[in-house]
Structures are given as C-alpha cells and as structure tokens.
C-alpha cells in the first residue's frame, strides 16, 4: 500500500505541470527548492554524506527532472511520461556492459519490441515543439537509466540513501535559479500552491511513502510493476482536469512499451525463482 501510494502521487506530477503558467525552468527551481528540504528533513538522520557516485547519481538526477518537466510543458503528458518510462529499455542495454551480465534472448525482444513502440510517438507529429518534447522525454529516459544503474553499485549505499536526491535537488536550485529568481516576483498564488505540492508532496512525500514501502519487504518486481501506475494514471489526470487528449499512435506506443516491460519483468522474476538445473551425474 505504501508502494501503491507513492505511485498514485507520482502520477499527479503530469497535471500539476501543466497546470502551472510558469515555465518548465521556473517550475523546475520551485519543485526542486521544495522537494529539497523535505527529503533532507525526512532522512536527516542518516547524515548528508557524499561520495563519487552519489555525485554523479545527483548530477544524472538533477538533468532528468529538468529534463521531464521541460518535455512536460513542450508535449503531450502522455509523450513525456510513456517516453520517460523507457529507461528499463536503456538499462537490459547497458546493465550488461557496466555490470558485466549476460544478455538474453528475451532482453533483447523486449527491447526492440519497445524501440518500435517509441516510433510510433513521433507518428503525425507536425509541430517543433512536440518532437522536441518527445526527444526531451527520451532523454529524459535515458539519464533515468543511468540514475539507476549508479543507484545498484554497493558504493550508493555507503551514504545516506537518499543523497543522490538531495543532492540533486540542489543542483537543479542552482541550475535553475536564474529563471526562478526572475519569476518570483510575479509568481501567483496558484503557482506557488502547484509548485508546493509538487515538491513536497508529489516528490517529498512520495519518496518517504517509497522507502517505506521497500524497507517493509516489497519485492523489486513487485514494486517495479506498481510504479507502473504512474505512466498509466499520469495522462489520465490531465485528461480529466485539462481535457488534454493523447494521440491515439502514442496511447498504443505506450501501452506495447508498458506492457513488454512488465511480461519481461515477470518472466526475469519467474525464471530466478526457477531452481537450477541438476546435472546428469545428479
């Protein structure tokens, strides 16, 4: 319930994005300030210590939520979300050249099943901005995968587990403090409100409800495959309050991609619970 929990907050993050007149760097300043202190406070107990790698997660961090919330404002919240959860795509690639693991069969049908799915995002899209936006997204995706490949290494853990985004927030205050310093005079009250919830809430709260969730027993693939709600609900909401409408080509790029994702994760689940093979020799 946690897990589930902190899914259905993630998923708001597409709505209140676009229900804010400020721009995607202005927003970005203001989530980030927020979402800052409350992570901080939530684990201060665990101290603010700092490696390499938990440097450079924060830096991989502080880019993919510029990056989001910028595809957000440029594209559909559908584009960017769906887009954004590309990043398993990225990582069956790379886990096995970092971590030295073998690649599979079923990795690699996962991942051009779901290349093809990200075509069809870009199927009738006519204006600039959306296929910036797309590309943004992908981007996005992409950072997101290398966030969490860094996050498995034994180092992340050596420090407070939640320093890559502490971290990282700072640096998107400081990334964004040009445009946000800018904005705060006129800033209105629905802004603030908007950029309150999302930092504190959306990505403070929901982080906590996260952990929680996991330090409680949740298994990796379980949680992986609720957090798929978030995709799922994400454009639902702006639907709803916005009237924001997806395309039809990337509802279905994004159902193929969400779908070979979780078939992929259950069957990887399934096969290491699968005891090995005994030999001819018993």
């Known amino acids: 319930m946690f897990v589930l929990a902190a899914a259905l907050l993630w998923s708001t993050g597409g709505l209140f994005i676009k229900w804010t007149s400020l721009s995607g760097l202005e927003l970005s300043f203001y989530r980030a300030f927020f979402a800052l202190f409350t992570v901080a406070l939530v684990t201060r107990r665990e101290g603010f210590g700092l490696n390499g790698l938990t440097a450079a997660a924060a830096i991989l961090y502080a880019v993919l939520v510029i990056l989001f919330v910028m595809a957000t404002k440029q594209t559909t919240a559908a584009n960017a979300i769906f887009l954004q959860y590309t990043a398993p795509v990225y990582m069956l690639i790379l886990e096995p050249i970092v971590y030295k693991e073998k690649f599979r069969g079923r990795d690699l049908i996962t991942v051009l099943v779901c290349i093809g799915g990200m075509a069809l995002f870009f199927v009738g899209q006519l204006r600039p901005q959306?296929?910036?936006?797309?590309?943004?997204?992908?981007?996005?995706?992409?950072?997101?995968?290398?966030?969490?490949?860094?996050?498995?290494?034994?180092?992340?853990?050596?420090?407070?587990?939640?320093?890559?985004?502490?971290?990282?927030?700072?640096?998107?205050?400081?990334?964004?403090?040009?445009?946000?310093?800018?904005?705060?005079?006129?800033?209105?009250?629905?802004?603030?409100?908007?950029?309150?919830?999302?930092?504190?809430?959306?990505?403070?709260?929901?982080?906590?409800?996260?952990?929680?969730?996991?330090?409680?027993?949740?298994?990796?693939?379980?949680?992986?495959i609720i957090c798929y709600i978030e995709p799922v609900l994400n454009p639902v909401w702006v639907f709803l309050v916005l009237a924001e409408r997806p395309s039809r080509w990337a509802l279905m790029g994004g159902a193929i991609i969400i779908t070979a994702v979780i078939i992929h994760m259950l069957l990887d689940a399934r096969f290491k619970r699968l005891p090995p093979l005994e030999s001819a020799h018993g």
């Not at 050596?158 to 700072?170: C, D, K, M, T, W």
């Open 130 to 224: 959306d296929v910036s936006g797309n590309v943004m997204a992908l981007t996005s995706g992409f950072f997101f995968a290398l966030y969490f490949l860094l996050l498995r290494h034994p180092k992340a853990r050596e420090v407070n587990r939640a320093s890559s985004v502490i971290y990282g927030n700072l640096l998107c205050v400081l990334i964004c403090a040009p445009w946000g310093v800018a904005a705060l005079s006129s800033i209105g009250r629905h802004d603030l409100l908007s950029v309150m919830y999302l930092g504190v809430i959306q990505l403070g709260v929901s982080y906590v409800l996260f952990t929680l969730g996991m330090a409680r027993g949740v298994r990796s693939v379980d949680a992986g």
